[in-house]
């Protein structure tokens, strides 16, 4: 089955830096998505991308299909306070729908006063 | 817009207590879907439903059941609660099953099994 490997798993980072995190995967995926989850609530999409090599923005966020299409980055520029949460990569491969979605294992996002 | 609601919030169940987790979604949804999230691990599917009347068995399906008899419903049953059921439930849906449909997820369900 397809596997993910999401890192880092934490982040402790001061306000206003940037944020680097990435997911690989065992097989070559046609979809990556990244979803958002604060605390007490569901994941929330951030950005979905299709195409390997596909660069695509959402306000500060930045994500990359990777040219390989076994890996995805998302990029958050000058943090701040509500960034905190726990990101989620998510993607499949083939012809598979979405009962195939398979989801990183998630990044937590701390900001250091 | 509501999107999808997941009632209950929390909820505490003795081993081997039976109850529904509900889950609707007021987008005409055809996909519906029913994760669990434990520590240290990424979603994991129970059940799935392509449409009305239409329910497929996920990555974990033992221990539930599930039913679509609306679009707008798709409530997931624990037979006879475990302690290993305990988790977080998401219910979540998309426009159609097709791969890479973003899916809208509920606030969850925290079941605890003692």
């Known amino acids: 089955g397809q596997q993910l490997n999401q890192s880092p798993q934490s982040m402790f980072i001061q306000e206003g830096e940037d944020v680097s995190m990435n997911c690989t995967s065992s097989?070559?995926?046609?979809?990556w998505l990244w979803y958002k989850q604060d605390p007490g609530e569901g994941p929330v999409l951030l950005i979905a991308?299709?195409?390997?090599?596909e660069l695509t923005s959402n306000g500060r966020l930045t994500a990359q299909f990777g040219i390989t299409r076994k890996d995805s980055f998302l990029n958050i520029s000058a943090s701040i306070p509500s960034d905190v949460g726990i990101y989620f990569c998510?993607?499949?491969?083939?012809?598979?729908?979405?009962?195939?979605?398979?989801f990183g294992t998630g990044t937590r996002l701390t900001i250091i006063p | 817009n509501a999107g999808v609601t997941q009632t209950p919030k929390f909820q505490v169940l003795k081993t081997g207590q039976s109850m529904t987790l509900q889950c609707a979604q007021d987008?005409?949804?055809?996909?519906m879907s029913w994760y669990r999230q434990d520590p240290g691990m990424g979603l994991r599917l129970i059940h799935y439903?392509?449409?009305?009347?239409?329910?497929d068995q996920g990555e974990v399906p033992n221990g539930y059941n599930v039913s679509r008899s609306t679009t707008e419903d798709f409530p997931l049953r624990l037979l006879s609660a475990a302690p290993s059921q305990t988790s977080v439930y998401f219910c979540?849906?998309?426009?159609?099953?097709?791969?890479?449909?973003?899916?809208?997820f509920g606030d969850g369900t925290r079941l605890s099994i003692l």
């Open positions: 097989s070559i995926f046609n979809t």
């Open positions: 987008m005409n949804h055809e996909y």
């Open positions: 439903s392509v449409g009305a009347g239409i329910t």
């Open positions: 998510a993607g499949n491969g083939g012809n598979f729908g979405n009962e195939k979605l398979t």
């Open positions: 979540a849906s998309s426009y159609s099953r097709a791969g890479g449909q973003p899916q809208h």
């Open positions: 991308l299709y195409k390997a090599g």
